[in-house]
């Protein structure tokens, strides 16, 4: 699609419905070539810089690998790793960057700062995951929902989120449901609700695409009868440890358990989690906070939800590879319509 040709990929909001779907269609036809083992390498010859100032498991490999598989070459700079905004300007680093390379990912802080990188940049920049944003997770999401729902467009399919709703993943499936029309409901306290500007703003843009979106405390209101609930870790990163008792108190009654799901009376609804979760104790912080706040299975999602529903989460996971290649393909190659 000649729109998204040489675009960076910061936020959701600055694309249209068709472009957003294009990029669905477009990753669902390599994951698809991908496992025929019948891929071509479009992205030959390029160079492509991939900058994390936090960790990352699943964003990281996604990108190496989308670039392997389309045989661009990767450069790796961890947290750390640059002198990004310490020695060197936002700015000067774009410029040097682009010399160099054909794309930039970055994933970091504020927001702001992959706008400056992007604005002085000569070559795109995808968002990698800002404190505000996580578009390429957002449309590996949409990928899943379509997968699992293939007779329905995206403005039949309806979704609860629960949980902290004012985070990047809350953010951006409001901008997704604003372009979209797919049907949202933030189901949070009035404490974790998002931006009040930024959320009529989608509101008002996801009426006009034939959408609902409202935000509720009431879990019985919120998950009646929706084909998906989505959950995300109560505190992100960058976050001080120090939420975590704050957000236990708000957040309990939001966890996604047996509870929440006999209240969707949907016998066939399917969890999602952008991951990593805390759903067993077998991670240091998920033990720590386990025990401390005496949880007895799971923070967010219960250990036995997870386990029924891990098929459609790894799905989310895998499909963060397509989604990102289909970015990379769509934003650096010129005519990627045979594709
Ligand atoms: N979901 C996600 O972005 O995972 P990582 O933090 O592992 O990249
Ligand atoms: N809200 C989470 C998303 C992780 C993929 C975080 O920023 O830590």
């Not at 799971?298 to 963060?320: V, Y």
């Amino acid at each position: 699609m000649s729109t998204l040709y040489n675009r960076s990929f910061l936020r959701l909001l600055d694309f249209k419905n068709s472009e957003i779907q294009y990029l669905i269609n477009l990753s669902s036809k390599l994951k698809k070539l991908k496992k025929n083992e019948k891929e071509t390498q479009y992205l030959k010859k390029k160079n492509i810089v991939l900058i994390f100032e936090k960790e990352s498991t699943r964003t990281r490999c996604a990108f190496e690998v989308a670039a392997f598989d389309q045989g661009a070459n990767v450069t790796y700079l961890g947290p750390g790793n640059t002198h990004l905004g310490y020695k060197e300007s936002i700015i000067d680093t774009a410029k040097v960057l682009s010399r160099m390379y054909h794309g930039i990912e970055y994933r970091g802080h504020n927001h702001n700062i992959i706008n400056i990188l992007a604005k002085f940049a000569t070559i795109p920049v995808w968002n990698g995951l800002t404190d505000q944003f996580h578009p390429t997770q957002i449309l590996a999401d949409l990928l899943t929902m379509q997968e699992i729902l293939p007779k329905k467009k995206l403005r039949e399919i309806s979704c609860a989120y629960v949980g902290d709703a004012n985070n990047n993943i809350s953010n951006t499936m409001l901008e997704a449901a604003a372009i979209t029309g797919l049907n949202l409901r933030l189901v949070a306290p009035k404490q974790c609700w998002p931006n009040k500007q930024f959320f009529s703003q989608c509101r008002l843009m996801s009426k006009e695409n034939k959408g609902t979106i409202l935000c509720t405390e009431n879990v019985e209101e919120g998950v009646k009868n929706v084909d998906f609930i989505y959950t995300d870790v109560w505190v992100s990163m960058g976050e001080c440890d120090k939420l975590w008792t704050d957000r236990i108190q708000l957040l309990k009654k939001y966890q996604i358990n047996n509870n929440m799901i006999k209240l969707t009376k949907n016998k066939n609804v399917k969890i999602l989690h952008c991951l990593p979760a805390f759903h067993d104790k077998n991670t240091i912080l998920g033990k720590k906070i386990s025990e401390k706040f005496n949880l007895c299975s799971g923070i967010e999602i219960t250990h036995s939800i997870f386990e029924k529903h891990s098929n459609t989460i790894f799905e989310q996971s895998e499909n963060r590879l397509h989604t990102i290649k289909a970015i990379l393909i769509a934003t650096l190659i010129k005519n990627n319509y045979s594709c």
